[in-house]
């Protein structure tokens, strides 16, 4: 199995775009949700390989978007991207089984480096 359908969730439209510009290069099939709200309702209706998903929305944060996926049973690959990361947060999101977390302004090779792991071990 390797990765193609992703799910992108930010509630911020820039933060959203640039990490699409980054991935838009691989041949995957990128749904966008711009609040964590939003996000369940996708999740709801599909099944994702990789999600990209913010920690800091207003409407309902990472961590709870996480906290839904192990009610679910539908966790996969998540990739946690935020303005700030601290030790706190990084043990909770990769507690609730986040892969990797990833700071805006998302690198591109740190980026790079995290999805070839993954594919890695999907494939």
Not at 61 to 90: C, F, P, R, W
Not at 100 to 106: F, W
């Amino acid at each position: 199995m390797s990765i193609k359908d992703i799910l992108l969730v930010d509630d911020n439209f820039i933060a959203r775009m640039a990490i699409r510009k980054l991935i838009d290069k691989r041949s995957w099939q990128i749904d966008e949700a711009s609040s964590g709200l939003d996000s369940l309702k996708r999740l709801r209706e599909k099944n994702y390989d990789l999600i990209f998903l913010d920690l800091n929305m207003p409407d309902l944060d990472g961590v709870g978007v996480l906290e839904y996926l192990n009610e679910q049973n539908k966790m996969t690959n998540v990739i946690i991207t935020t303005a700030m990361v601290n030790e706190s947060n990084s043990e909770e999101v990769l507690g609730l089984g986040a892969r990797a977390i990833l700071t805006k302004p998302v690198e591109e090779e740190k980026l790079n480096l995290v999805i070839d792991s993954l594919e890695f071990e999907v494939s």
